[in-house]
């Protein structure tokens, strides 16, 4: 009985642990991403050097990233061939 209360003890610290770790680090990915940057670096630093890691990140991390400034909207730009609203094809 004890070994159980034990093993479930030790089990919910775990959980209380892990689970807000989990979810700081893929805030820290989408993050990363959002703003341009390697997710996979960002995470490491902020493991690595928590908590001022997260400090320097919540300080210094870049602007976020404008969609039009990234080519996202490439394929809604007129007159480009192959691209909607081009006039390419003859009739």
């Known amino acids: ?3 159980t209360l034990t093993f479930l003890g030790r089990l919910i610290t775990g959980l ?3 689970v807000p770790c989990l979810l700081y680090l893929s805030w820290a990915a989408a993050d990363a991403r959002k703003r ?3 997710a996979l670096l ?3 630093a902020l493991v690595v ?3 001022w890691g997260l400090i320097a990140w919540l300080v210094f ?3 976020q ?4 400034t990234s080519g996202e909207f490439s394929a809604c730009t007129p007159g480009m061939p192959g691209r909607s609203g081009s006039s390419t ?3």
């Open 89 to 91: 094809h003859s009739v």
């Open 16 to 18: 209380i642990l892990v």
């Open 42 to 44: 960002v995470c490491f």
């Open 65 to 68: 990233r404008s969609l039009r």
């Open 1 to 3: 009985m004890n070994e």
């Open 61 to 63: 991390r870049p602007t």
């Open 49 to 51: 050097f928590f908590p």
């Open 36 to 38: 341009g940057k390697s």
